[in-house]
């Protein structure tokens, strides 16, 4: 459950961001939604191995679809009442941060076992190349 929370305190955030940047660069908006999409994605899996351990497979699953219209909820909210909020944006995104940093270092980065593995430091640079590529392609 504490893999969900910190996946949700990290997802509603950007989400609200999201449909913010949506209504003002829908260019960027679309870059923003890839990056969070894989970002979103690995955490996701997390949380429902995470889930598996006390529900069944079909509950976790109806459980995480019913949470991704959050993202859909939160993406609106953004677009209509906080586009014109930049300073409301950046508080949220500074919440979602710590989502991240609570999900990094308290449940992942302790459990990892990969010794001596590329794998995890080439797909951070990776999608850290995406990010910058999808910026210099909106100019």
Request: hydrophobic share 55%; charged share 10%; with cysteine.
């Amino acid at each position: 459950m504490a893999q969900l929370l910190g996946m949700l305190s990290d997802f509603v955030p950007e989400s609200i961001a999201m449909g913010a940047v949506f209504s003002q660069n829908p260019q960027l908006g679309i870059l923003l939604a890839i990056i969070i999409g894989i970002q979103n994605f690995p955490e996701a899996f997390n949380a429902y191995q995470d889930l598996k351990s006390s529900y069944s497979v079909r509950k976790c699953l109806i459980i995480l679809f019913l949470l991704s219209f959050l993202g859909v909820v939160s993406a609106l909210a953004g677009y209509y009442f906080l586009s014109s909020m930049p300073m409301a944006i950046g508080a949220l995104m500074n919440f979602s941060s710590g989502g991240i940093i609570y999900l990094i270092f308290q449940d992942i980065a302790p459990l990892s076992s990969m010794k001596k593995n590329w794998i995890p430091a080439l797909g951070a640079c990776f999608g850290f190349l995406v990010g910058m590529i999808g910026l210099k392609m909106l100019g």
